[in-house]
């Protein structure tokens, strides 16, 4: 039995759950209202305050889905009551970021600047303490890291001197540049 599967997604108060045809399950709370597709062999049944998520066969298939599906349903409960955040880190000279409106527009040393418009239910925001941070919210967890890892490259922090876009406590590896002056 799937770890993650067997266990129940508990709703919490403020939050409704629907199982509507063809196995769509919608999922409303106080941020907004979240809809996914669950696939048609796995059973979704909501008893009381839990979603319960059962399998019909031992299969691989039916395996890999009855945790993904557990995990899609919580993930859209989660979205809904306490939202998601991505904080990016901008480090190197004359990297910025600007707010235009809702446009986020990046200068990262190119020859133009980078603008980067959020989908629909993303909001971006530049930290006001520390200027090179950005943060990335919103209620559905894969468009929140989708947009962060599509902004990260841009330009991802390279090895050597730390350039780059990086998640807040990402660690890169730094490496040693040339040997200058060595004798052999």
């Known amino acids: 039995m799937s ?13 409704t759950v629907e199982k509507k045809d063809n196995n769509l399950i919608v999922v409303k709370g106080p941020k907004g209202e979240l809809s996914s597709s669950i696939h048609n062999d796995i059973e979704v049944t909501i008893e009381e305050n839990q ?12 395996k890999g889905l009855h945790g993904l599906s557990r995990t899609l349903i919580y993930n859209m409960v989660e979205g809904v009551t306490k939202g998601y955040e ?17 446009k986020l527009v990046l200068s990262l040393g190119f020859s133009h600047p980078v603008e980067v418009n959020p989908p629909e239910g993303i909001t971006v925001s530049i930290d006001q303490e520390k200027k090179n941070i950005l943060i990335i ?10 947009l962060a890892a599509k902004i990260r490259a841009y330009r991802k922090p390279e090895p050597y001197k730390g350039k780059g876009i990086r998640y807040e406590n990402e660690y890169v590896a730094r490496k040693a540049g040339k040997a200058a002056g060595k004798e052999k």
């Open 86 to 102: 991505k904080r990016l880190e901008i480090n190197g000279v004359g990297y910025r970021a600007n707010m235009q409106g809702t």
């Open 51 to 62: 979603v319960i998520v059962k399998r019909p066969t031992e299969s691989k298939l039916h």
């Open 137 to 146: 919210s919103g209620i559905n967890k894969q468009e929140v890291g989708e």
């Open 3 to 15: 770890r993650i599967g067997k266990l129940p997604v508990t709703i919490p108060s403020g939050v």
